[in-house]
């Protein structure tokens, strides 16, 4: 049996990080607004904001490589690491926000120094250039490089002990880094959000359709109990589909024409999880390799320390793998289930022109337990098997979109689809995801809600919790600094010199 349909302000279909940032926003713009959270699982966070299922890093673009890419003559490209600094930033200065009005406890986020760690000469070469283009900008002025193997000693003890005098490393290091818990972190803001009136959190219940509503602006929702079988109907003037790898199914629901010509690549993951308390309490660094050669951006080796449930767990990998599945308690049928004639081309070329990402995928599939030790073994050279558990990590689905020249190309990003009058917008793809959260739904805001951005009152709001709201960070190193210093303060990172 179907319930008669209730009306809402804002409908937000999954309780990640990113549907409780956004509910955030517009309960504190919009403090009269009704707002609906719908969550297909029985809490909060279970998915990809799980702790778990996420390296927790604070993506900053310290530790990253893929985010400076060497281009034909050897200088590195660090415009990206740049974007990403200043993004984490923004996310930073809104937490801090949180945090110091006592909305939030700021116990979800850890001082971690971000380090990137390289083998050979070619790659020493690299991370030097890296360090010395980096650091000609404010972001990165106090990172670090060094060859010496005494301070390498100092920095990653783990990692130098046992390792040949002969092997060639190094290493840059950035003390201001971060580990965030974003499943403490979601959850912590939809308790928030759930106090105030007006809004209501739905567990267990999972959208079956998405229609626009007939004469006028907005959508209903159809949901079914996941427990009970019984169905309802909600009507909502916005409707944002923050569903992690569900997404784009639903978007495909909505019939939109800005969501044509969408697919999505599944990548699955798996780390080592250190059992042995010794070994962890060695290891007080997030740190970066490089990654393998056809290798997704969520597939970069590292050893990373961590912080969950008040308790320092050691991880590394990820190790990627393949599954039909778009979210980790999800389907087989996922992806056949995405499948569209809009979609089918976008989705066949892009699958040809990165078979070198396929073989890599099966390739990591049939590693052996041996395989995945010796992998660690390059990071820790005195790594033993029985130190070490396999653990399953997320899921995530990488963009698949039309290209006029490609036909169809593999995008490791995030996006935002909205439609042309901005009554729904949909979330795609994932790193660095979580950490630009903030960014990302200020942009979800700037194409949805325009009108809101016009009232002076809400940008003086907007920069009250976002200080830089309207500036580049990136050009303006006083600004930087001085906002960094306040946010860190407040949530007890590292400051800097």
Request: glycine fraction near 10%; hydrophobic fraction near 40%.
């Amino acid at each position: 049996m179907t319930k008669h349909s209730h009306q809402t302000d804002y409908l937000l279909i999954g309780a990640g990080v990113m549907s409780a940032t956004l509910g955030v926003f517009l309960k504190i713009l919009d403090p009269k607004c009704n707002i609906i959270i719908l969550e297909r699982l029985r809490g909060v966070a279970l998915e990809s904001s799980a702790a778990w299922n996420n390296a927790g890093t604070g993506h900053a673009g310290m530790c990253e490589l893929n985010y400076t890419p060497e281009k034909e003559d050897g200088t590195v490209d660090c415009t990206k690491a740049f974007k990403i600094n200043e993004q984490f930033e923004i996310s930073k200065q809104f937490w801090a926000w949180m945090v110091s009005n006592n909305f939030i406890p700021g116990d979800f986020i850890k001082p971690t120094p971000h380090m990137s760690f390289v083998q050979g000469e070619k790659d020493i070469a690299f991370l030097e250039e890296r360090v010395r283009q980096l650091t000609k900008n404010p972001m990165f002025e106090t990172m670090k490089f060094s060859k010496d193997p005494g301070v390498l000693r100092e920095w990653i003890p783990l990692m130098m002990n046992g390792r040949p005098a002969s092997d060639k490393v190094a290493a840059s290091r950035m003390a201001e880094g971060a580990d965030v818990n974003f499943g403490t972190l979601t959850r912590y803001l939809i308790k928030y959000l759930t106090k105030k009136e007006g809004v209501t959190m739905m567990s267990g219940w999972e959208v079956n359709d998405v229609d626009p509503l007939k004469g006028r602006v907005g959508w209903e929702i159809e949901a079914k109990n996941r427990k009970s079988g019984s169905k309802r109907k909600l009507n909502a003037k916005f409707v944002f589909i923050g569903a992690g790898g569900k997404a784009l199914t639903l978007l495909e629901k909505s019939g939109i024409p800005e969501g044509k010509g969408y697919g999505g690549f599944p990548v699955s993951g798996q780390w080592l999880r250190c059992n042995n308390p010794e070994v962890i309490a060695a290891h007080h660094a997030k740190v970066y390799g490089k990654a393998a050669e056809g290798a997704p951006p969520m597939s970069v080796p590292h050893l990373d320390t961590r912080t969950i449930r008040d308790k320092q767990e050691l991880l590394f990998g990820p190790f990627a793998g393949f599954s039909t599945k778009f979210l980790k308690h999800g389907s087989y049928f996922d992806l056949p289930g995405s499948l569209r004639l809009t979609n089918l081309i976008p989705m066949i070329r892009a699958g040809l022109d990165n078979l070198s990402l396929t073989k890599y995928l099966i390739e990591q599939v049939r590693l052996k337990p041996e395989e995945r030790l010796d992998s660690l073994k390059d990071f820790y050279p005195e790594a033993r098997m029985e130190d070490w558990d396999l653990a399953i990590a997320g899921q995530r689905v990488q963009i698949i979109k039309k290209d006029e020249k490609e036909g169809g190309v593999l995008a490791f990003g995030t996006e935002v689809v909205h439609s042309r009058d901005g009554s729904i917008a949909a979330l795609l793809g994932a790193s660095p995801g979580a950490s630009t959260s903030v960014h990302i739904i200020l942009n979800v805001l700037e194409k949805c809600f325009g009108h809101l951005l016009k009232d002076k009152a809400v940008v003086a709001k907007i920069r009250e919790m976002i200080p830089s709201f309207g500036h580049s960070l990136v050009k303006d190193g006083e600004m930087l600094k001085k906002i960094r210093r306040q946010s860190h303060e407040v949530l007890q990172l590292e400051i800097g010199a």
